[in-house]
């Protein structure tokens, strides 16, 4: 369970947990982004996979969602003990959580986080012009020595290495596009590995009703959505 508070480096959750993240031997990652205010399938994925894991990569478009994840005391113990968060284009640059106190929380348009001692980045996308490629997000992790970066804003899941940096794109939980479904991603981080393990899983709902989570294979190669 998260500790309600925003560190200097913009993180969420308690100094000491977010310093042991830095140094663990290795780490299961919750990779979400774009819900756009589907408040009830962030909260599902968060009660299935949440309590697993060791921390919480939000991409943008929904950070409002977030907030209400860490304002609701039932979803709150399925909360990571760690989050990270970035603006979308349809975030604003602070936000407000509201529980014993206001709580105003600042929203970082970039963040790097380091996990089992990797620097991981997190954006949201539109600043690199991935809706045509990862060419410039890939630059950009690379001059920031990262082993990885996760972005959203396509809403297409989508996950390449180029010169040797994971770049990789959850999708949407809730408005996907290019005839791909509603996904999210499991990242797993070990300090002695080089390669990072990553598994996408597809949103979909049972017979009666309930919302089901299948293993998901994404598309290979760039994802362009203008031709």
Not at 48 to 62: I, M, R, V
Not at 70 to 92: A, M, R, T, Y
Not at 132 to 145: Q, V
Request: glycine residues 8%.
């Amino acid at each position: 369970m998260v500790e309600i508070v925003q560190q200097k480096d913009f993180s969420f959750g308690s100094a000491e947990r977010v310093h042991a993240l830095e140094s663990a031997d290795s780490a299961q990652v919750l990779v979400i982004s774009d819900s756009h205010g589907n408040k009830n399938t962030f909260f599902s994925i968060l009660h299935q996979f949440g309590p697993t894991c060791d921390a919480l990569c939000f991409c943008g478009d929904g950070v409002t969602d977030v907030c209400s994840a860490l304002e609701n005391s039932h979803i709150q113990p399925f909360l990571p003990p760690v989050i990270f968060f970035v603006k979308g284009n349809g975030d604003n640059s602070t936000a407000t959580v509201l529980t014993q106190n206001r709580l105003v929380i600042f929203v970082p348009t970039d963040k790097e986080a380091v996990i089992c001692g990797k620097k991981i980045l997190l954006t949201h996308g539109h600043k690199y012009n991935v809706y045509i490629g990862t060419n410039e997000l890939k630059r950009f992790a690379s001059g920031k020595k990262a082993a990885a970066a996760f972005y959203g804003h396509t809403h297409v899941a989508n996950a390449q290495i180029k010169n040797k940096v994971l770049l990789l794109n959850p999708g949407s939980c809730s408005l996907p596009r290019g005839n791909v479904p509603q996904t999210f991603a499991i990242v797993n981080i070990n300090k002695n590995d080089e390669k990072i393990d990553y598994q996408y899983f597809r949103l979909g709902w049972s017979a009666t009703e309930e919302i089901t989570f299948t293993p998901y294979e994404p598309p290979k190669g760039e994802v362009n959505l203008f031709w």
